[in-house]
Nanobody, 124 residues
Framework: QVRLVESGGGLVQAGGSLTLSCVVS????????MGWFRQAPGKEREFVSA????????TYADSVKGRFTISRDNAKGTVYLRMNSLKSEDTAVYYC?????????????????WGQGTQVTVSS
């Protein structure tokens, strides 16, 4: 059984920083490409960032490019999302997801496992 648990969400002022973590258990972590998605109330889930299972390549949505950084530690079975220069538009529930593939995807339908989500609220 594969389980994903996000943490690190909270309330932060605009311009501030926050780091999200996602711990994956149940399988060898390096088996999966990983992605981060977010969903605001009344909005569709949207792609944020993704990383290959080896961590040698990353992808970012245009809205977060230059501000967010995705990384992974395969020894710890954890993927991270470092968020800098946060804006009110970044307010959403953030989800990590795992895909049984060498390469990640920007499409949420391509992911096999999901975490429960962690709330990020940016105030100004």
């Amino acid at each position: 059984q594969v389980r994903l648990v996000e943490s690190g969400g909270g309330l932060v002022q605009a311009g501030g920083s926050l780091t999200l973590s996602c711990v994956v258990s149940g399988r060898t972590f390096s088996t999966y490409a990983m992605g981060w998605f977010r969903q605001a109330p009344g909005k569709e889930r949207e792609f944020v960032s993704a990383i290959t299972r080896s961590g040698d390549s990353t992808t970012y949505a245009d809205s977060v490019k230059g501000r967010f950084t995705i990384s992974r530690d395969n020894a710890k079975g954890t993927v991270y999302l470092r968020m800098n220069s946060l804006k009110s538009e970044d307010t959403a529930v953030y989800y990590c997801a795992a895909r049984v593939n060498y390469y990640p995807s920007t499409n949420s339908n391509d992911y096999n496992y999901w975490g429960q989500g962690t709330q990020v609220t940016v105030s100004s």
